[in-house]
């Protein structure tokens, strides 16, 4: 069983930065973040694969960083120049696959963590 938990959520002013945490197994091919808003689908923001290769959503790119320590037992999202359009419920993902920025890859869910942004 594959149990991830976030950490790092809050609220922040627009133009902030905040950095999320994602604990748990992560030595799947692929993990990765996806955000949802209510009344819309999760969405992938970021992912990365056991080679390392890292892939952003186009709305986050150069904003946006996704890294997981040398043990693969943290992943990381370092978000600046956040925008209102980035609040949403944030999730940790690990997947069986080398792409996983799709929810139909995914195999593994966190809780999730509530990030804010306030313009």
């Known amino acids: 069983q594959v149990q991830l938990a976030e950490s790092g959520g809050g609220s922040v002013q627009a133009g902030g930065s905040l950095r999320l945490s994602c604990a748990g197994s992560l030595s799947r091919l692929c993990v990765g973040w996806f955000r949802q808003v209510p009344g819309k689908e999760r969405e992938g923001v970021a992912s990365?694969?056991?080679?390392?290769?890292?892939t952003y959503a186009a709305s986050v790119k150069g904003r946006f960083t996704i890294s997981r320590d040398n043990a693969k037992t943290t992943l990381y999202l370092q978000m600046i120049s956040l925008k209102p359009e980035d609040t949403g419920m944030y999730f940790c993902a690990a997947a069986d696959k080398w792409s996983c920025l799709m929810e139909r890859d995914i195999g593994y869910w966190g809780q999730g963590t509530e990030v804010t942004v306030s313009s």
């Open positions: 990365i694969n056991a080679r390392g290769i890292a």
